[in-house]
C-alpha cells in the first residue's frame, strides 16, 4: 500500500540541488497547494506557496530553521495559523502532513522548518502566524555507499495500552483486531526530535489517542496533528473509514502524565 511504503522510507531532507521545479511540476505543486487549502478552509489554517523561494531563503536566513540556519531548497509552502487555539496547529500539521505526501508523489522531498522568530511580514502573510514553512525539492546526491543512520523505534507494547495507561496491550490482541499491522506501520511517524510522544488506549472498541509528557510541560501540537493524519490514512487503507473526535481530559500515570486529545472508533 502506498501510504505503508511511503511512511518505511520517509526522510527529512535538510540539503537540496540548485534546481527548480519544471512548468509541470509547478503546477502539480500549486494544485496540490490549492486542494488541501480547500480541504481544510474550515480550520482557520492556510497555505502560501512561494515559488522564488530564493527570495524567502534570503529573508529568513540567521532567524530561521535550526539556530538559525535555514534550510535553503528552491520552492517552500508556508502553514499560517489564523488563531491561537492549540487545535488549530493540529489541524495544521494534519494538513500539511497530508501535503508533504502528495508532493512526494509527484516527485519532491521536503523538510519541516520551524520560523517563529521571524517577522511575518516577510512572508505575506493573510494577517495569521507563520511558525512553520515546508521546505521542497529535490535532494543532493549523496556519496556511493553512505549509510543512512537507523532511527530507533518504541515497540507496540510501548505505545499501545489495554483498558488503562501503562498496561500494554497484548500483541496477539492486537493481531485478532486486526490492526497490529496499523499500529507497527505507525511508529515510523516523524514527531519532534524523534521523541514518540503519542500512546493509544484501546477499549470498548475505541482508541484514545493520548499524550505522554511530564506535568507543566507544553505538548507538541504538530506531532499531535501529524500522528492523527497518519493513523487516519493506515486506518482507511485497512477499510476503517471512521475519523478522529477531539476530547479533552488529563490522565496521571505513574510514569507519565497523560493528555488526551482524540477518540477514533474501531
Known amino acids: 500500500m502506498a501510504i505503508i511504503r511511503f511512511l518505511e522510507n520517509r526522510k527529512s531532507v535538510r540539503e537540496f540541488r540548485n534546481k527548480k521545479a519544471n512548468k509541470k511540476t509547478l503546477e502539480e505543486i500549486k494544485n496540490a497547494v490549492e486542494k488541501i487549502g480547500r480541504e481544510s478552509e474550515d480550520k482557520n489554517i492556510c497555505f502560501n506557496f512561494y515559488e522564488d523561494g530564493k527570495s524567502i531563503y534570503k529573508k529568513l536566513d540567521g532567524v530561521g530553521g535550526y539556530n538559525g540556519v535555514m534550510i535553503d531548497s528552491p520552492h517552500y509552502v ?83 495500552y489495554k483498558d488503562e495507561v501503562e498496561n500494554p496491550i497484548d500483541p496477539e490482541e492486537l493481531d485478532n483486531l486486526g490492526i497490529s499491522d496499523l499500529f507497527y506501520y505507525l511508529r515510523y511517524a516523524p514527531s519532534s526530535y524523534n521523541t514518540q510522544p503519542w500512546r493509544f488506549l484501546i477499549k470498548d472498541h475505541k482508541v484514545t489517542l493520548l499524550y505522554s509528557h511530564i506535568k507543566g510541560h507544553d505538548i507538541r501540537y504538530v506531532d499531535v496533528g501529524i500522528i492523527m493524519y497518519y493513523f487516519e490514512a493506515l486506518a482507511e487503507s485497512k477499510g476503517l473509514n471512521s475519523e478522529w473526535t477531539l476530547v479533552d481530559g488529563e490522565i496521571e500515570g505513574e510514569k507519565a502524565n497523560y493528555t488526551k486529545i482524540a477518540v477514533f472508533s474501531i
Do not use: H
Open 78 to 160: 508556508g502553514l499560517e495559523i489564523l488563531n491561537d487555539e492549540p487545535r488549530t496547529l493540529l489541524y495544521g500539521s494534519y494538513y500539511m502532513e497530508k501535503l508533504i505526501t502528495q508532493l512526494n508523489a509527484i516527485g519532491l522531498d521536503t523538510c519541516w522548518v520551524s520560523v517563529k522568530d521571524a517577522d511575518d511580514s516577510l512572508l505575506n502573510t493573510r494577517g495569521g502566524k507563520v511558525d512553520y514553512v515546508l521546505a521542497m525539492g529535490y535532494p543532493k546526491r549523496k556519496l556511493p555507499f553512505t549509510v543512512e543512520p537507523e532511527v530507533e523505534r518504541l515497540g507496540l507494547t510501548d505505545i499501545v
